[in-house]
């Protein structure tokens, strides 16, 4: 036992009036390494107020900003089977959950709720990147069935926020056969005569990018996502190529068709609101933005609203 640190320093600074600074007070913008209070981030949704960069958004915060007056029933997590392969790496599988669960105060990587959106009622999905990279585990994938179930019952549609590294390789097999199982509830809600929008956020790749991410009605993404299944570095090492620059970003997938619009953060629940109310021919205003390069436009006579971007038109067409 060091008697200095341990004891004198602590009774020097109560003494003192000395507080200890909080780790996570000042916040460094990853494009710019502009320094932002925490709070301030926090006020202005995770978006640095000078570059407008998007930082990673906590699941919770992002549902009581959808919603309206941050208002909604939070749906049920499942219980599956915890650590059915008994993994183990560096550390124990059961002691990463355990962690993770702590830091996030969640069950799993999903948190869902069903709500209203400018009054329209919706299911919203959200992968919480904090716990184990998002990973798309048993837990993950039944969260996500049951939502896309609740949905069916509500006929009501779903929104999707994914949020990953893909699927979780502590549970093998197991967490592969998530990808035909959420694949089969995107279905059985489009059978229903649902809408399923996705947006796409950062970063959003591996196994859920092949299955229940690239399965939308539509797809939106926020500024500068990385969007992609493979990493630029494992797709250069095979091709023996050097990639476009931006490669895999959501503005140069908008640009080659991949999503539709890129969508700034503080505006999607209003897009989400006006392009859901077309797809289920509510009344709505028929005009949407966009930004980097995606923009909307509407004619409300006929009920066709155009959403252009370059060199690839897309077309939604509404019978009245």
């Given amino acids: 036992m060091n008697w200095i640190t341990n004891y004198v320093r602590p009774r020097i600074n109560s003494m003192l009036g000395r507080r200890e600074v909080p780790d996570n007070l000042w916040i460094k913008c990853p494009e710019t390494g502009e320094m932002v209070f925490h709070k301030d981030l926090e006020e202005n949704k995770w978006v640095i107020p000078a570059s407008g960069y998007h930082m990673k958004m906590p699941a919770k915060a992002r549902l009581a900003d959808l919603f309206d007056n941050g208002s909604y029933e939070a749906l049920a997590q499942p219980k599956v089977a915890q650590d059915p392969l008994k993994f183990r790496d560096s550390k124990k599988y059961i002691d990463r959950l355990k962690d993770s669960r702590l830091k996030t105060e969640q069950e799993d990587t999903i948190l869902a709720g069903l709500g209203k959106v400018e009054g329209l009622k919706l299911v919203a999905i959200v992968h919480e990147f904090n716990f184990i990279g998002g990973s798309l585990g048993m837990a993950a994938g039944e969260a996500i069935v049951r939502a896309f179930e609740r949905a069916i019952t509500e006929k009501c549609p779903v929104v999707m926020f994914p949020a990953s590294g893909g699927a979780r390789m502590q549970e093998g097999i197991l967490s592969l056969m998530q990808l ?105 205003d028929l005009h949407v933005n966009g930004s980097n390069g995606a923009n909307g436009s509407s004619n409300g006579s006929n009920g066709t609203v155009h959403i252009s971007r370059p060199g690839k038109p897309a077309e939604i067409t509404v019978v009245n």
Avoid at 183 to 195: F, I, M, R, S, W
Avoid at 247 to 266: A, I, N, P, W
């Fill in 180 to 284: 035909p199982r959420t694949t089969v509830a995107v279905n059985l809600l489009k059978e229903a005569g649902l809408p399923y929008i996705v947006v796409l956020t950062n970063p959003t790749t591996g196994g859920v990018t092949a299955s229940y991410a690239m399965l939308g009605d539509l797809h939106l993404a926020e500024p500068g996502a990385e969007i992609g299944f493979a990493g630029k570095r494992v797709i250069e090492q095979t091709l023996r190529e050097k990639l476009p620059e931006g490669f895999q970003t959501s503005e140069y997938l908008v640009e080659h068709g991949m999503v539709d619009l890129v969508v700034k953060r503080h505006d999607i629940p209003s897009t989400l609101a006006r392009l859901l109310k077309i797809l289920l021919r509510k009344p709505a």
